[in-house]
């Protein structure tokens, strides 16, 4: 079975630059969760989707962050514009149906912003 | 909202050693899940606790739940080099999304 997928696993850009995230959930799951991990922070729930429709967006730090779920297999968080304090490992999570909420974490996506 | 705080926050200790992690969280919590991460690495699901009393064991890893004291424990047993890793607790109040822990980095030393 293949888990929950995301690209690119490492980004470098500069500040300014936009920069967009994808995650493919696992089949059949369907909400999706949207995380940033730093080493000051913590991990911190940024959005979470369920049946592609964003339930709570109150963790997205500011407007130059975006995120869509165009369906059932795809999402994306876009940055735009990238700053240097951004920097950190974005993770998307996915739950097989809604209420059971064992999350399932993919590999992240490590970004640097320079 | 719910508050999941864990103790301690950094742990190292030997082999063969026994030893606790604690988490308590502040309000109603439906669940209870602990999560493992390897440096480097994602969150690996390792227990989701259902109700109160729930115990499930895992090799040297044990994880309980008590609703009424709103307290989970982790409980390492004959700890061994492989289980150094940081583990998360989280709860869910809100019946979808997990309020975690800032986790605890466990150190096993020879």
């Known amino acids: 079975d293949a888990g929950v997928i995301q690209s690119p696993r490492h980004e470098v850009t500069e500040m300014g630059q936009e920069v967009t995230l994808r995650c493919k959930p696992i089949?059949?799951?369907?909400?999706l969760f949207w995380y940033r991990q730093t080493m000051m922070r913590g991990l911190e729930l940024l959005i979470y989707?369920?049946?592609?429709?964003?339930?709570?967006d109150s963790g997205m730090p500011e407007d130059r962050f975006s995120a869509k779920m165009p369906n059932a297999s795809f999402s994306t968080l876009k940055i735009q514009p990238s700053e240097p304090r951004d920097s950190a490992v974005y993770f998307c999570?996915?739950?097989?149906?809604?209420?059971?909420?064992?999350?399932?974490f993919g590999p992240g996506t490590r970004l640097t912003v320079l | 909202e719910l508050k999941v705080e864990q103790n301690p926050l950094f742990l190292s200790m030997q082999e063969g050693k026994n030893y606790t992690i604690y988490c308590n969280y502040s309000?109603?919590?439906?669940?209870l899940y602990w999560y493992r991460q390897d440096p480097g690495k994602s969150l690996e699901s390792l227990f989701v606790?259902?109700?109160?009393?729930a115990v499930k064991q895992e090799g040297r890893l044990m994880a309980s739940l008590d609703t009424k004291a709103r307290l989970s424990t982790l409980h390492i047993t004959a700890a061994v080099h492989d289980l150094s890793a940081t583990y998360f607790c989280?709860?869910?109040?809100?019946?979808?999304?997990?309020?975690f822990g800032k986790g605890t980095s466990l150190l096993v030393t020879p």
């Open positions: 999570a996915s739950t097989p149906s809604w209420g059971y909420n064992e999350q399932f």
């Open positions: 089949s059949g799951h369907n909400s």
């Open positions: 989707f369920n049946n592609n429709v964003p339930i709570d």
């Open positions: 309000t109603t919590s439906d669940r």
């Open positions: 606790l259902l109700s109160n009393g």
């Open positions: 989280a709860g869910d109040s809100s019946g979808y999304a997990l309020n």
